[in-house]
């Protein structure tokens, strides 16, 4: 076994630190030492995008990266999108739209819209589903949620930017 | 899936780097994106002893024009080229080639270099960078060695670098007034390898006189592929129907495609043929705008 | 559909919002790899990396060396507990870990348990496995052959063969063909797929030894049927098992079975007094968890020159794999599959299937599909198309002279259905309307003469699903009754629970919208609870689209129960005897006097408070419901298609969906079972193959190869419905998750030979990808 090393992720706003071997998936990370298991694991093969989060602000394959190479790197999972308990635009949108029927891939969606949202307010279904293309989904058919997506976009039109928590 | 226990080195520079890896030789990779290299952790199919992070590394990661030269640092990443406004300008056989890798997510942590470096000929990149006749800089103990990407591509899997050396930067020659290219790929769906992939870059003068012409292949040989044959007959040319459809039969004449769940080897030809004929007509068009 | 409820209450007919999604959008779902449990420890399975090989020896040692092992489980280990092979759910026997020989690639050899799943994988590859390979077969159709290596050598019948299985008049149907004006064949593979749901199978084990209960967390669609599994074949008392299914990230079909890993889990626990648990990887669940499908289908069809189908022949060929582990019901070894018949009214065919082992994954199950119906809905719809082809006519206008007319239901089928109720043709003139038929065919003729390829692919399915009938169904023995207890609390609040799972259908919805429809309390009062042996009444659980019409008619038929009940306590507060009393949805009145009301709330408040003499207190009902019939879903889709001509790729454009599924509960999760479904059918046709090269090695056990289609290649589906009630269904309703699935397979393969038709192809086997029509294009010479 390597000599584990330590390792300090903001994660949702929160310091999380713990002494880890160097192997150790980010994935793996994220679901036991805070314990946040909204980060899934579909496929290991870096395929599905269950295990989406948000690194620094860009969406990676928490599947796929150490949890060393993360160390002193802002997080967002899933857990992370609501703010002041009020639900955020696409958590609204999933529900209102039906994006979601088993929700193991809700997460992950989530996430990737997340980020599709804050380079682009006003995407286009093509776009949409270009947006969401590493994340697949087995239940949805994907119409729903590239319509939950929408629904957020238009909701945070109106609402403007403060709906997005300001964590990444 | 769990990957085999390794130590974790993070230096800060590109020669602490490299003497990390003269230190622990073999049993040394570089991490990089890691998409290509931690999937293969994963499987247990590379093993490496000591991973040796870079991307902490500064100044890396940049796409500037300096002295003739697109250069592109070696942690530039696949989204910082779709995302960079030279790139959709000036180049956008890079952008065709950069969007139609693995995923967003993928994206986001891949880089152009470590595209290069692991000598995939399944990865798109060298097809493109093959047409566009780029040069890899390679940073070793010895210092920087400029490296032509035609005889970069070894055999699958390896290329010219040696186990102590750093790719640090790539370099693209401006294309002069008159340029165009284009790279298109077929695949089964977003996310995998090309079935195959062509890239054609040309230069025409006036008259439409092809002065230039780059063509890769990507996937359809144990190394990524310049079509050479296929190059020749265009130079000089008046670039249409005819000497498309001949070069792009040479082209598939110089593929040398496997048969795998992609599809029987005849078919790839196939394709190859009709990619080139495609690629050849964008990257004409967009000569011409 | 009437809807006699509002919206507040959300009974039948509103598109409520899903009440599960709250805890899913906020990463609060809790799916079986979310179970933590103090102490816990985990299983990894070491694999054969051969598809047939004799054991020659296992040496655990220096896996159990290892820092942080606790044990290494082997087929011998389970053979002293007699627990080496388990029962199938199909008259057959599983190897849990192999003893003897292996008979599939990633077959289940040790069981590896540590501290810590690195620690586990890392074990696994110490444990060395001697093998000795022996001849591998992987084509059923050597299987029979005599020079064929004998596979199953633990069973008496030293034969590949499983089953022979024929149903229909022989005679009577080869008669016809004889004297056939018109006869069409086609010879259909549907390929071995997996049904791959997101999330793998897994769960944790945990015996207590100071209670001496164990709980199991598992990925179950029917976890009553695996506890009393579990304790027959583990012999522990079914009193002291508990199976809890948590959420569960999709199942289809996939989460039927009993995996080897489950069992390991199980045995490790009771050996070390921990909780074990066992997550597969990705490649383990397409490599070594029930596939299916796997059907080599051959269908005649016997018509008149005018275009009267007169009779159908199929001869099937059916792959099992190594173990007959298909989840079907005990009397139907080819399972539902003689519904092949279809839409259409002809008095007479025959069908008959062949079971046989080969080296690969052992199976059958019912990938979002009421048991092998996929298969006959996609051969029926194929072969129409074919007999179309030769007689040169439209294959709507072929379709429409064949349908069942309304007027003959219940129409009792060539193969033994009787069909509950059913107008087809209704059905096909909506899609027709919608998609814009005659302006298409126009197209594809203009396009034809520019040399360009489009096609038009029709298919019009009919289903039969929620099994079933006791009198005819059971699994293992287990009839298919299905199950609903319903308390309700002195505040007028409801408990649901049931003998069903859902996987994704939205049954915290769905079922609490029957309550609000039969009792008037609103939806949102109502909670739905499944999953937990220890609480829910015995049911068998969520598969072949059986949870509405089985487990939704005992809803509703408990709900009218506690109705019963409620009366007699309204008469009882209204001082009126129960003759005066007429109910709506949420309360009963006195006939002439609506102001003289009691409602739903009131009366359970009584029910608790104030019953009348002699009454017992509370008010709760179970029911178990056993179905008369089974239901027959089905309608019209229609693709259409573009095929680049240069790379074989084909471009769904259009594609138009149009159900008839009965009553509907919710508008809004039936469109998404649709798009989800219609999705699973894309991936069938034109991606999904679980395939083996000669050596019996898996091509396709992973996500990069088995192929799942990203948002990209999805199309918009545009759906449609008529409705056409289940007259014996307690509120009409028909079922209608897999309709999608088993109905468009065909629509996207007709539309991609229709396309193609004019240069004389009559079929092509799914997964139709790109090469597959370039090699045609090239061979008919329509590409140089
Ligand atoms: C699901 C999936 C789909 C993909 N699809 C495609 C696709 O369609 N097309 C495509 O082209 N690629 C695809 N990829 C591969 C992806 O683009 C890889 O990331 C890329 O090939 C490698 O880049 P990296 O930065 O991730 O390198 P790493 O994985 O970090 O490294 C790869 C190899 O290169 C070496 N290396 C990396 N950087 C350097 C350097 N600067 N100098 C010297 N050596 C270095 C490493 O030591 C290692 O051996 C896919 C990957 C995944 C996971
Ligand atoms: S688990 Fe990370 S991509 Fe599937
Ligand atoms: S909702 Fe089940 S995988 Fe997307």
Known sequence: MAKKQLVQIKVNGRNREAMVEPRLLLVHFIRGIPGLTGTHVGCDTTHCGACTVLLDGKTVKSCTMFAVQADGCELLTVEGLMQNGKLHPLQEGFKEEHGLQCGFCTPGMLISSYALLSKNENPSEEEIRWGISGNLCRCTGYQNIVKAVQYAAGKMEQGGKDDLPNIA | ?289 | MICRTSPEVGGMGHSIKRKEDLRFIQGKGNYVDDVNLPDMVYGHMVRSPYAHARLKGINTENAKQLPGVLTVITGEDLAKANLAWMPTLFFDKQMVLATGKVLFQSQEVAFVVAEDPYIAADAAELVEVDYEELPVLVDPHKALDPDAPILRDDREDKSNHIFHWEVGDRAATDKVFEDAEVKAKVHAVFQRCHPAPLETCGCVADHNAATGRLTIYLTSQAPHAHRTLFAIVGGIPENNIRVISPDIGGGFGNKVPIYPGYVCAVVASLTLGRPVKWIETRSENLQSTGFARDYHMTAELAATQDGKIQAMRVKTLADHGAFNAAAQPTKFPAGLFSICTGAYDYPTAFCEVDGVYTNKAPGGIAYRCSFRVTEAAYLIERAVDVLAQELKTDPVELRRKNFISPEKFPYKSPLGWSYDSGDYDAAMKVALDTIGYDALRKEQQEKRAKGELMGIGISSFVEVVGAGPAHTFDIAGIKMFDSCEIRIHPTGKAMCRMGTKSQGQGHETTYAQIVAQELGIPAADVTVEEGDTDTAPYGLGTYASRSTPVSGAATAMAARKIRDKAKKIAAHLLECSEEDLDWEPGKFFVKGAPSKAKTIQDIAFAAYTNMPEGMEAGLEAVDYYDPPNLTFPFGTYICVVDIDKGTGEVKVRRFVAVDDCGNIINPMIVEGQIHGGLTEGLAIAFMQQIGYDENGNVQGGTFMDYLLPTAVETPHWETGKTCTPSPHHPFGAKGVGESPNVGSPAAFVNAVVDALSHLGVKHIDMPIAPWKVWNILKEKGAVN
Do not use: W
């Not at chain 2, 952790?41 to 003739?68: H, Q, T, V, W």
């Not at chain 2, 010895?142 to 035609?150: F, S, Y």
């Not at chain 2, 044959?229 to 005819?242: F, I, P, Q, V, Y």
């Open chain 2, 1 to 289: 899936m769990i990957p085999p226990a390794f130590e974790y080195l993070r230096p800060q520079t590109i020669p602490e780097a490299i003497a990390f890896l003269q230190q622990y030789g073999d049993e040394a990779k570089i991490l990089s994106g890691g998409q290509s290299l931690i999937p293969m952790m994963k499987f247990r199919l590379a093993r490496p002893g000591y991973l040796i992070d870079i991307n902490r590394i500064p100044g890396l990661s940049y796409i500037k024009e300096e002295d003739g030269y697109l250069k592109i640092g070696g942690l530039t990443r696949e989204a910082d080229l779709e995302n960079s406004s030279l790139i959709h300008s000036k180049y956008p056989i890079i952008l065709d080639t950069a969007r139609v890798i693995a995923d967003p997510q993928v994206r986001n942590m891949a880089t152009l270099a470590g595209n290069l470096a692991h000598g995939d000929p399944a990865n798109d990149h060298p097809a493109t960078m093959l047409a566009l006749g780029a040069r890899v800089v390679a940073v070793g103990p010895q210092g920087e060695r400029v490296l032509p990407i035609e005889s970069f591509f070894v055999t699958l899997f390896t290329t010219e670098l040696q186990h102590d050396e750093i790719v640090s930067e790539i370099r693209i020659p401006v294309p002069p007034p008159g340029s165009g290219g284009a790279y298109l790929k077929l695949e089964r769906k977003v996310g995998d390898f090309a079935t195959a992939g062509v890239a054609a870059q040309v230069i025409v003068g006036s008259g439409g006189i092809c002065q230039q012409v780059g063509i890769g292949l990507t996937n359809v040989g144990a190394t990524p592929i310049k079509a050479r044959k296929a190059e020749e007959s265009l130079c000089g040319k008046k670039l249409d129907e005819t000497t498309i459809a001949q070069a792009a039969q040479l082209a598939a004449d110089e593929a040398e495609p496997s048969s795998d769940l992609r599809g029987p080897a005849e078919y790839k030809r196939g394709l190859v043929k009709e990619l080139t004929l495609r690629a050849l007509a964008r990257a004409y068009e967009r000569a011409g705008k």
